[in-house]
């Protein structure tokens, strides 16, 4: 079966732009975390959703945000974007995110700010 | 921060068992350890998790030491593929949805 599928793969934006990423997970599953990745802070948890709720969310500004939609797609967005915001933002998904599955994760779209 | 403490590179030859140590002292009744590796520029990927018993499936072995406070992944026979940054981490195995605390991993080369 499919894998998440994450887009856009690449992006480019400006300081003070926003952007919005999508994440598909796969099918069935129904807990969406995303992640945030750069050289010097390595992999950092931003926020799970599970049936449309934000459930868990680590320490990161009110500038990131996410939902969850019904069909358990999930999007996170960054407003008023800063040069530190260039990342890896990754995606992960499990069935419920309890319980002893594992996450998998999808391949990550990349931002970079100018 | 992280509750695990791994080596930041190690290196092992084509073939050979990769073995990659973690220690994690603090670790509490229960948490699970669990091991991800992260192959350039592609999302991390599971790899195996366990208790307080040896683990073993198709890609690993883990084994955990009795008192639990470290444990080794094994690769039994690494190949050029399985160069990557490899992560431990403890996880309750309840309550914590999503979320896992990465730590730096250790950067595994395998070479020819």
């Known amino acids: 079966k499919a894998g998440v599928t994450q887009t856009p793969r690449y992006l480019i934006k400006t300081r003070g732009q926003q952007v919005t990423l999508s994440c598909s997970p796969i099918s069935g599953h129904r807990s969406v975390s995303w992640y945030q990745q750069t050289p010097g802070q390595g992999l950092q948890f931003l926020f799970e959703?599970?049936?449309?709720?934000?459930?868990n969310k680590g320490n990161f500004p009110g500038r990131f945000s996410g939902r969850q939609f019904s069909n358990s797609r999930s999007e996170m967005n960054v407003s008023t974007l800063e040069l530190g915001d260039s990342a890896l933002y990754l995606c992960?998904?499990?069935?419920?995110?309890?319980?002893?599955?594992?996450?998998?994760f999808g391949e990550g779209s990349r931002l970079t700010v100018l | 921060d992280a509750k695990t403490t791994q080596p930041p590179s190690m290196d092992c030859a084509e073939g050979r068992a990769a073995n990659l140590p973690c220690n994690h002292s603090?670790?509490?009744?229960?948490?699970?350890v669990y091991w991800y590796r992260q192959i350039h520029s592609q999302g991390p990927q599971y790899i195996i998790h366990g208790l307080k018993n040896n683990e073993t499936n198709e890609m690993a072995s883990l084994i955990i030491t009795e008192d639990r406070k470290s444990s080794t992944l094994i690769l039994p026979h690494a190949t050029l593929r399985d160069t990557a940054v490899y992560y431990c981490i403890v996880r309750a195995l309840y309550n914590q949805g999503g979320k896992l605390i990465f730590g730096q991993g250790t950067e595994l080369s395998v070479k020819p």
């Open positions: 959703y599970f049936s449309e709720t934000q459930r």
């Open positions: 603090t670790i509490s009744g229960n948490e699970y």
């Open positions: 992960a998904s499990s069935l419920s995110g309890r319980g002893a599955g594992e996450l998998f």
